[in-house]
């Protein structure tokens, strides 16, 4: 299934892309894609209640609506730093031997085409696609073989990053990361079913219609099903938690001089399967 919410920021509602391209309100077999959802079966009921004589009269979604982030707000947003070889040396840093982890908040969440908002007094936003993993179940203390069951799916993510004040300001890289329209989601959430190979994956990113990031998770330092448990030994995951899996070569930082967006600036991604992502950029505003 692919599943997605759409409406005004804070009132989405919950929906699916069917194989034959409709867009469908199922707000009335579920209330959100949040983690009661995950944590109750939700994905099986709603596969059984779209195979059921119900789904007939669901309502089908303009083409016009917004779609917003296909996960209600997580309990966590998890990213992996350095994690494509290529990245690590544009950055002139060693491959790390163990995972870098740190944390991006969730109020940066918002959908795959709202505007990208520059925040206020920022002169280095920058721009990262990854592949983000969403957990099914509660997880603590999984091993690599059996991460794969913890997974309910697959959601397209751009990292965005202030530089300066991820690198320049002093502690935790979480202060680059976490203004508000940073972490734009979907458009849906593939589960992991419809992706029978995720380390087999494209990813790309053009500014303004120029290609500056094409990767591969093959290329992948630490695979998805050795993240997860990793991350599992230190932390409880829970249902509806994203991970995202850091990032290739070709991010602004990385440019000669180093590049960054400015208001006007048009952004757009994608990955295999996962659908595709556009912002434009504008400057921050009190109103």
């Not at 751009?158 to 508000?180: C, F, I, P, T």
Request: net charge negative.
């Amino acid at each position: 299934m692919k599943l997605l919410r759409f409406g005004p920021p804070e009132n989405e509602k919950p929906g699916v892309l069917t194989a034959d391209g409709r867009r469908l309100d199922v707000s009335a077999a579920v209330s959100d894609f949040d983690e009661k959802f995950f944590a109750s079966g939700g994905l099986e009921r709603l596969a059984a209640w779209l195979a059921s004589p119900a789904a007939a009269g669901a309502p089908v979604i303009p083409d016009s609506a917004r779609l917003g982030s296909p996960i209600a707000r997580p309990s966590k947003i998890i990213c992996i730093g350095l994690n494509y070889r290529d990245h690590a040396a544009e950055s002139g840093m060693a491959a790390p031997a163990e995972p870098v982890v740190f944390f991006k908040s969730t109020t940066a969440l918002a959908g795959p085409c709202d505007d990208l908002v520059i925040p206020r007094g920022s002169q280095k936003t920058d721009w990262e696609v990854e592949l983000a993993v969403v957990i099914g179940r509660t997880t603590r203390h999984v091993t690599p073989p059996e991460a794969h069951a913890c997974i309910a799916g697959y959601v397209l993510h751009n990292d965005y990053s202030e530089r300066e004040w991820q690198l320049e300001r002093g502690g935790q890289w979480v202060k680059g990361k976490s203004a508000d329209t940073f972490a734009p989601l979907g458009p849906w959430l593939v589960t992991r079913d419809e992706i029978p190979d995720v380390g087999n994956l494209n990813l790309w990113l053009t500014v303004n219609g120029r290609g500056f990031q094409r990767g591969h998770t093959s290329n992948l330092i630490f695979d998805v099903p050795t993240i997860v448990s990793y991350l599992s030994n230190f932390m409880t995951l829970l249902p509806g938690d994203v991970i995202s899996t850091g990032t290739p070569a070709g991010v602004g930082l990385g440019q000669k001089p180093p590049l960054y967006l400015k208001p006007g600036d048009v952004v757009e991604l994608g990955i295999d399967g996962l659908g595709t992502q556009r912002q434009v950029a504008r400057a921050w505003s009190a109103a």
